[in-house]
């Protein structure tokens, strides 16, 4: 509905913004803010498998918030989030905050859809919609900042105006030597930069490198100092003009905004776009890309390096929320109560109506809402989140505990570990460095591949499964609840690498040393195009959005074929294989749309007659039908409950003229391969069906004569 | 005695062979003063009193009778060398190493500036550097160069440059040259220095400050045979070889031995045990943003000082060669007509001219931006302009030389005309002769 919402007004500003054309009216256009509200990677499962990632606690204020208190603070005026993963969560998160108050000066329009995979998909998204009227700024939902952009933006503005619309993108970093702790080893980049014009002419990621290597063409632009910089963050935030989300457009492979960024330094030369950076020496920006991240960014805010961020300053303006700022950097909401001895050292903030009991020494460490806590505990960076309870005798060090964990007597957590919603671990117990516990079985992951496509289906069948697997008390205590998630078992790499990066990859503080060479594999690569998944898999996802937006937009269907024409070229696929991708993707679309309880007459006026043009293009050869009848024949062998239905769909088809009769009839007669086959084709219907299309034939075979 | 000066002054000009055909590059004279003498003099203004000067033979002849050199109050010791013998500069280093008892500041007899010397040598001495050395932005030659039609092409291969944040560390030195497959640079620099500036458009002044044990690894490496061809870029790129350091950290311990056995090792400077010391005690450091100590435990350190303003320049190309003419003079406060020289008042002469000892400029002459050598006769009704008149020149009445170089002994005829134009020593230009752009030496007329 929302999203709705965001159309109409976007349309209604769109015509106050022709009838005042002319420059000086763009620059004082409401600055707009697309923020993407999913990460497109599971660096944080399987935390996130219960809570999207831009909403988790840090300093007891989700994520998100921060994110779009900074672009409130920066003057956006219009921000447009875009949600994928737990859409309705963030959505609900977003209704009840004060962004969406009418008071807010920053308008938010949240968009979902279940078939963004990327940040491409996101940006072509906004260019279909055409959303942006001008400059916009793009961010992650995970950002945490207070850079003033403002500078920036001008800087931006004025050299799209001194080079007719060259500059593309504004990159913002923050100035952060490498030792840093805030610095995250897997974002590691090195950028060439010519000095004078702030131009972006080498971009890398430098993650397992040892050596890097700069082709020689960037020295060539003319200039005579060039800077290479290594001693730069990258806030994921970037300023944009209007034709980036265009050139996302147009190059379909961008997924991610290094694809774009370095497709744009390739084809510099071609294209004339060019990318600039804009470093901030005293801001403070930084994205929240892993666990590692997450522990340095919270002791920041908690040391008030992203003042006026500060956990005191209750800028959600949530009731209850308010907290008092003491000396050592120690933050107390109302309603907290510490027993007798304990001590708060340094860098601490405790949520409301949390309750700590006696000689607990607490440091670095942030505790949620309506914690309760035992006596003789020892916390040190430790992120307890909301309604955790931790018995007596209790030592966490450097872990986080999400919200309605429960951590009995006698336990250790040592550095890393994560317990994950509703885990139950002791008593007494010590769990080793590294450990995650979920209630997810960690196979379960395996086994529902594309949970993005259907999560609501998911839940039922997961509450079936963890009644049948059993917690294994030597891991999570007699009393314990949970799975592990291990960190090194040794028949599933992927497994290992996902754990992993959880925490991402510790700071190494001697760049030569060997260690680091084990962790090659970047994982930043979104999950979905990566190069090692199929390209077969990929397209037919591909496919899938295509056929469901040409169905939103009522886009021609020789426009349809065009696209898939080109997914076909970029993925590389066969003419079979578009086919039977195409026919499955076609005859499973009334599923997704409606799930799988259909009656067959539903299903059948589903298959909108709508795709005839775009079948009839591609069937032609008499291969072609029969690629097309097998996959038909396949789907309809995966759902056995939809046989009625499969008669009166080819049916259609043969009426619309996509299937030939003497085709279907020799698909029929090649006969079987196997038993399932074999009875599909004793289905009644279609035998009525083949024995009416015998009988035309010979008919008209008369007629002839 | 901090520093031993080494001046090179053994090099034959290659790369303007039109002008040192006859007179060595280092006895050109500029501005009536030789070449060699403006090094020689940035050495004695700051207080140096005795100069190594490694030349050839014929140069050393010459600096006997030159009344300039005489004046220079420094101790000369010449070392001459043969010309043939194609010693590089660090031969030559080599050749003269038992006379070098410190560090060394090693000039070239070509360079012209007026660089604060202190600067280069400040950073040798704060950093306890292995080498110091001095860089200047290119300068832009504007005048039009005899015998070069057009602008010339910079056809040159850049030589890039990179340096700290600072401005001063030297880090990275290649020419494009070698650089075909890219510049690389290997991460551990980056994350000791994370902010590299690669310049390119810099001149190497080819003065460096350089420690005595560079000298003495020198004498152990018989490869090496030019300073700035081969020792600078070795330097540069040993600073962050791990060799060195690492093992120069053992070398308390087992000092000796190691030092036989690896030869490059002797090239990272020996720090006194006192330095040592200090470094340990003090919480200075080089760098922010680690907490490593300060150079990164390197002990290998080369540092260079860029200059950005000022003159810079080294004389080894023809359109160096007039540039400086024209700009050198400006350097220093001296009346630019020589006592000795006999100018008739009816001659118009520009500020900007020089006019040496012992000339005869006669009436209704012209002199305008030019530098006119000693003894030269310049009869009536002549114009010079941008133009640069040798020693012992006559120039007969009603000639025009514009944009020209007259080399030394040549006589231009009556009424000749000529613009942008080489002539050789010693040449004879046929009276009522119009040339222009063209060069003309000795091929012409057999010596």
């Known amino acids: ?705 | 005695m901090e520093l031993q000066a080494v001046l090179m002054a053994a090099g034959g000009g290659s790369r303007m062979t039109d002008l040192t055909y006859n007179t060595p590059k280092a006895m050109l004279p500029v501005g009536n003063k030789p070449l060699m003498w403006y090094p020689l003099n940035l050495l004695e203004k700051v207080g140096f009193e005795e100069v190594i000067v490694i030349t050839t033979k014929e140069v050393q002849k010459a600096m006997s009778t030159d009344l300039k050199i005489k004046d220079v109050k420094m101790k000369l010791d010449v070392v001459s060398i043969q010309e043939d013998g194609d010693m590089g500069t660090a031969d030559a280093l080599r050749h003269i190493q038992p006379k070098i008892k410190t560090d060394i500041l090693v000039l070239s007899c070509d360079l012209i500036t007026d660089v604060a010397l202190h600067e280069v040598v400040d950073l040798f001495r704060a950093h306890n550097a292995t080498m110091a050395m001095l860089m200047s932005k290119a300068h832009e030659f504007t005048e039009t160069v005899p015998g070069q039609k057009g602008k010339k092409k910079t056809a040159e291969q850049r030589d890039f440059v990179g340096v700290d944040k600072s401005g001063k560390r030297l880090l990275f030195m290649a020419n494009e040259a070698d650089l075909e497959d890219g510049l690389s640079i290997r991460k551990s620099i980056m994350r000791k220095h994370p902010r590299m500036l690669i310049k390119t458009g810099l001149v190497d002044a080819h003065l460096y400050c350089l420690k005595k044990a560079v000298v003495d690894f020198l004498t152990e490496n018989k490869s090496i045979s030019s300073i700035r061809g081969e020792l600078v870029p070795y330097l540069v790129r040993k600073q962050f070889s791990k060799t060195v350091n690492s093992q120069k950290l053992k070398d308390d311990t087992d000092d000796q031995t190691q030092e036989k056995n690896d030869g490059p090792l002797l090239i990272s400077s020996r720090d006194e045990p006192l330095l040592q010391l200090a470094q340990e005690r003090s919480c200075w450091n080089d760098h922010r943003g680690d907490m490593s100590e300060a150079y990164h435990g390197g002990k290998l350190r080369c540092y260079v000082h860029i200059m950005d303003q000022g003159l810079c320049c080294r004389v080894n190309t023809l359109a160096a060669y007039i540039e400086v003419n024209r700009l050198a003079p400006k350097l220093f406060e001296e009346p630019s007509v020589h006592p000795s020289a006999d100018i008739s008042e009816r001659c118009q002469m520009g500020s900007d001219s020089i006019i040496g000892a012992v000339c005869h400029i006669a009436d209704k002459t012209s002199i305008k931006r030019s530098t006119i050598g000693n003894f030269t006769t310049v009869k009536e009704k002549v114009k010079v302009t941008n133009s640069i008149i040798m020693h012992g020149v006559t120039i007969e009445e009603g000639c025009n030389i514009q944009g020209s170089v007259i080399c030394s002994n040549a006589v231009i005829g009556r009424g000749a005309d000529l613009k942008y134009c080489l002539v050789g020593n010693g040449q004879h230009i046929e009276p009522e002769g119009k040339r222009e752009g063209e060069l003309s030496y000795q091929t012409e007329q057999p010596n």
């Open chain 1, 1 to 705: 509905m929302a999203s709705k919402g965001g159309k109409q007004s976007r349309s209604a500003s769109g015509l106050s913004c022709r009838k005042g054309a002319g420059d000086q009216e763009e620059e004082e256009q409401p600055l707009q803010a697309v923020l993407v509200a999913d990460s497109f990677n599971r660096r944080f499962f399987p935390v996130t498998k219960d809570q999207p990632r831009a909403l988790l606690p840090l300093g007891n204020v989700a994520m998100i918030d921060y994110t779009l208190e900074f672009l409130t603070s920066t003057g956006v005026q219009e921000t447009f989030v875009f949600c994928c993963w737990m859409a309705s969560k963030i959505k609900a998160h977003l209704q009840k905050s004060k962004w969406c108050r009418p008071s807010s000066p920053n308008t938010v329009h949240i968009i979902t859809s279940d078939l963004y995979r990327s940040l491409g998909d996101v940006l072509r998204d906004v260019d279909a919609k055409s959303l942006v009227r001008s400059d916009f700024i793009l961010v992650y939902g995970d950002v945490v900042s207070n850079i003033d952009i403002s500078q920036a933006l001008q800087e931006h503005r004025h050299r799209r105006k001194m080079d007719k619309n060259i500059s593309v993108m504004t990159m913002i970093f923050k100035e952060s030597s490498p030792g840093h702790r805030s610095r995250c080893e897997e974002d590691d980049v090195i950028v060439a930069v010519d000095s004078k014009s702030q131009q972006i002419l080498h971009y890398q990621k430098t993650q397992g490198l040892k050596k890097l290597q700069f082709p020689m063409n960037i020295f060539h632009s003319g200039s005579e100092e060039f800077e290479i910089r290594h001693d730069l963050l990258d806030s994921h935030i970037s300023i944009c003009s209007p034709q980036v989300a265009e050139l996302f457009t147009d190059n379909f492979d961008y997924q991610t905004r290094d694809d774009f960024v370095r497709g744009l330094l390739v084809n510099e030369e071609i294209l004339g776009n060019q990318i600039h950076v804009h470093v901030t020496q005293d801001g403070y920006g930084v994205r929240v890309s892993n666990l590692l991240m997450y522990d340095s960014v919270s002791s920041d805010l908690v040391r008030r390096w992203v003042y006026p961020l500060t956990p005191e300053a209750n800028f959600t303006d949530q009731e209850g929320h308010s907290c008092t700022y003491s000396r050592h950097n120690v933050y107390r909401a109302s309603g907290v109560s510490l027993g007798h001895g304990s001590q708060m050292e340094e860098n601490v903030l405790i949520g409301c109506d949390t309750s700590i009991g006696a000689n607990c020494y607490i440091s670095n460490s942030v505790i949620g809402d309506n914690c309760i806590i035992g006596d003789n505990v020892v916390l040190d960076h430790a992120y307890i989140w909301n309604h955790v309870h931790i018995a007596s005798n209790v030592e966490i060090i450097q872990s986080v505990i999400c919200n309605k964990a429960e951590v009995k007597e006698g336990v250790t957590l040592k550095k890393q570990c994560v317990l994950a919603y509703d885990v139950v671990i002791g008593p007494n117990i010590s769990l080793p460095e590294g450990t995650v516990v979920s209630m997810h079985h960690p196979e379960e992951e395996e086994e529902d591949d594309d949970e993005f496509l259907s999560d609501d289906a998911e839940v039922g069948q997961r509450s079936d499964k963890t009644k049948q697997k059993v917690f294994n008390p030597a891991e999570v205590g007699a009393e314990g609840k949970g799975y592990i998630w291990k960190a090194s078992s040794l028949d599933d790499t992927e497994e290992e690498e996902l754990s992993q990066c959880l925490w991402g990859l510790v700071l190494n503080p001697d760049p030569e040393s060997d260690s680091e060479d084990s962790d090659t594999d970047d994982p930043d690569d979104p999950v979905i195009p990566s190069p090692e998944m199929d390209d077969v898999k990929v397209f037919h996802m591909e496919v899938l959005g295509t056929l469901q937006r040409g169905l939103e937009e009522n886009i021609s269907c020789d426009n349809l074929v065009l696209e898939i024409n080109s997914l076909k070229y970029a993925y590389n696929i066969s003419l079979k294989e578009v086919m039977q991708i195409l026919t499955r993707v076609v005859l499973e679309y009334p599923f997704q749309q409606q799930g799988t309880h259909l009656t067959p007459s539903q299903y059948v006026t589903l298959l909108l007659p709508k795709w005839a043009p775009v079948f009839k293009n591609y069937v032609k050869r008499a291969q072609d039908h029969l690629d097309c009848l097998s996959a038909f024949e396949e789907h309809f062998l995966e759902q056995e409950s939809h046989w009625a239905a499969m008669v009166k769909v080819l049916m259609n088809m043969y009426e619309l003229e996509i299937l030939e009769e003497e085709m279907i009839l020799r698909w029929f007669s090649q006969g079987a391969t196997s038993d399932k086959s074999r009875q599909l084709r004793k289905n009644q219907g279609l035998q009525k069906f083949i024995q009416w299309l015998e009988e035309a034939e010979e008919s008209s075979e008369e007629d002839g004569e």
